[in-house]
């Protein structure tokens, strides 16, 4: 059997986890080294994750959590975390078995591969393991259905009884691009309604085999695409669109980038999206127009910025990936700002707010640069009652 995991494999997952997700290999035994350290350079502070284990009896079986890996020097608690198996000896014979205890989800610690369950449910290895006859013998103890459900499975059923494993796989969960429509946001004044002097635009992720065209992109930056326009793969834009705008004014057209980008995977991000992006800027960069970069999700880089978000711009993991994410895209390092988004909370944060309004500012800063390069068409009064900021 294939070392792979296979479209069929990856629509059944998509299945029990609701959604259309992507997957992307970010671990592998065979090509990184069956190694726990590693596995945790690789894998920790990434996100959602998907193991895969192919065994020498032909089964194929794993763990999904929803917490990212991040050595943490014990057993974790996720609702959401289950084993499960795709083939038994070579046929296809699905099946998912939940967490019961849920304070022993994961066992997560830097000398540890990815483990699940007290005991363990479904075991890894530690420190390092060299591949002998051309698989890998785990070296960690088996206690299967301590902390998952077995649903009459047994540890011959679904590992055969053995922990002899020809490869293993981590995949991060991503999610598609979920902006299918166009959107253009008036922002408006809190006490009197009046509508500010900026927009902000919402459109499509850039994904490497999907996500927004380059012909769609130029439409965007000259201000041709009507708000709500419906984005459709097999339907390219033409002048023919319902409310397409063929001759659009300055006030029209996008002032700022903005790429949002998660910081757990800057060190992982696809080359054919890096490429893409190289390409898109390479557009905006002809057209004079400015790039700002949020890098999201900080607080889950680092302990300190989880406690105290004020911590962002001293911290030397934010620094580290800020510069990463400076040389994968040529940007100044003052472009990309580091930001926590609303999650969890249900009441405002001032800390949260701050660095919102900070980030905010720099996309307006950034905006009126451009701006500044048609005094002709401000000084003349042609855009004193249009919104000038996008």
């Known amino acids: 059997m294939a070392v792979k995991f296979k479209s ?6 998509n299945e029990w986890l609701g959604g259309n997700k992507r997957y992307r290999c970010i671990f592998k035994a065979t090509r990184d080294g069956c190694d726990s350290a590693t596995f945790h350079m690789k894998c920790d502070n990434k996100g959602p994750t998907v193991t895969i284990m ?51 989800s994961i066992y997560d610690t830097k000398a540890r591969g990815p483990t699940f369950g007290g005991g363990h449910d479904l075991p890894s290895f530690t420190n390092t393991i060299i591949s002998k006859d051309d698989y890998f013998q785990f070296n960690t103890t088996f206690d299967f259905g301590h902390s998952y459900n077995t649903n009459g499975e047994s540890s011959d059923s679904f590992t055969n009884g053995h922990m002899q494993i020809k490869d293993m796989e981590v995949y991060l969960i991503e999610e598609h691009s979920l902006t299918t429509v166009y959107r253009m ?12 002097n900026l927009r902000l635009h919402d459109t499509r992720g850039l994904e490497g085999d999907h996500g927004i065209d380059d012909h769609t992109l130029y439409c965007l930056l000259d201000g041709n695409l009507p708000d709500r326009f419906q984005f459709n793969p097999s339907a390219p834009v033409t ?11 300055l006030a029209d057209k996008i002032h700022c980038v903005v790429f949002v980008i998660d910081g757990r995977t800057v060190d992982d991000m696809p080359q054919k999206v890096i490429e893409k992006t190289k390409g898109f800027q390479t557009h905006m960069n002809q057209r004079g127009t400015p790039q700002i970069v949020l890098l ?46 609303y999650e969890s909370e249900i009441e405002l944060n001032e800390k949260l707010n701050i660095l919102t309004l900070l980030t905010l500012h720099q996309i307006l800063n950034s905006a009126d640069d451009f701006m500044s390069n048609y005094p002709e068409q401000i000084g003349d009064g042609r855009l004193q009652k249009m919104n000038i900021r996008e």
Request: proline residues 6%; contains cysteine; charged residues 20%.
């Open 8 to 13: 069929g494999e990856q629509k059944q997952m």
């Open 54 to 104: 192919y065994n020498t009896s032909h089964s194929v079986y794993g763990g999904y959590t929803s917490l990212s890996w991040g050595s943490t020097k014990g057993y974790r608690n996720d609702g959401s975390a289950f084993i499960f198996r795709f083939y038994q000896n070579g046929n296809w014979r699905t099946i998912k078995l939940p967490i019961k205890i849920t304070s022993y």
């Open 185 to 196: 946001y008036q922002i408006r004044n809190e006490v009197s309604g009046n509508p500010l």
């Open 239 to 249: 002048p023919d669109i319902i409310g397409f705008n063929a001759t659009p004014k």
């Open 296 to 341: 999201t999700k900080i607080d889950k880089l680092c302990e300190a910025i989880h406690e105290d978000i004020s911590q962002v711009f001293i911290s030397p993991a934010v620094q580290e990936t800020v510069d990463g994410v400076s040389q994968i895209l040529g940007l100044p390092r003052s472009h990309i700002l580091p930001i926590k988004n």
